[in-house]
């Protein structure tokens, strides 16, 4: 009875915290079959725990909250796959180069600008913990953990937490899009003289297809 597990973003280490999704809050719902052409539903009445000492309202706060985090993970989630397809596009078109060519240098330098942006957001290093390099991804899968395991209202802390760590992924967007809007024109450019495939920036629409 829960949602599918979030999308996560890709780190050196696996996120746990976020590999289940948040439990369905009681209500009905519908179970829908499909083989070949025929399809068969049925409701399902999910109710809570008699034993529970949540209110409904605690409940609904946890349940909007977990949801609020796994939406965050995926926004977190689209934002390093942007970074990642134009960081290896980068590098993979700099390793058709000469390693002498002014272009490859350019190449090489901008793929190090933006992993500089991806690593504020996903560990790099295996081992991410014990070696201290926890990054946003890591202390939003944990926050988004904490809330899922506890199931009455959020605390004052974890609410202020997840407008921090908002605040934070959407400056990091920013920041990636105005570099973006600097700089891939002018290597796109290049590339395209030399004969080369552009860089493309994948969009919310085709990532949400995937």
């Given at each position: ?19 289940i ?18 399809v068969?539903?049925?409701q ?20 909007d ?95 202020a ?46 990532w949400?297809?995937?």
């Amino acid at each position: 009875m829960r949602l599918k597990a979030p999308r996560v973003p890709t780190a050196a280490s696996a996120a746990f915290g976020a590999s289940i999704g948040p439990r369905v809050l009681p209500g009905t719902y519908t179970v829908r079959m499909s083989k070949d052409k025929n399809v068969y539903t049925t409701q399902l009445v999910v109710t809570g725990d008699p034993r529970s000492k949540y209110t409904p309202a605690d409940r609904k706060a946890q349940f909007d909250l977990s949801m609020k985090l796994y939406n965050l993970l995926a926004d977190m989630t689209f934002a390093v796959d942007r970074l990642n397809g134009v960081r290896l596009a980068l590098e993979a078109s700099a390793a058709r180069l000469p390693a002498n060519d002014p272009l490859a240098t350019r190449l090489r330098s901008a793929s190090a600008e933006i992993d500089v942006l991806r690593k504020k957001i996903v560990a790099t290093k295996e081992g991410g913990a014990i070696t201290g390099e926890e990054r946003l991804r890591e202390n939003l899968a944990d926050l988004y953990s904490n809330v899922l395991n506890y199931e009455g209202k959020p605390t004052e802390s974890q609410l202020a937490r997840t407008d921090a760590i908002t605040r934070e992924l959407a400056d990091l967007v920013r920041d990636l899009d105005a570099w973006l809007a600097k700089e891939l024109t002018g290597l796109n450019a290049a590339l395209s003289a030399k004969q080369f495939p552009l860089v493309k920036v994948i969009t919310r629409p085709e990532w949400d297809r995937e």
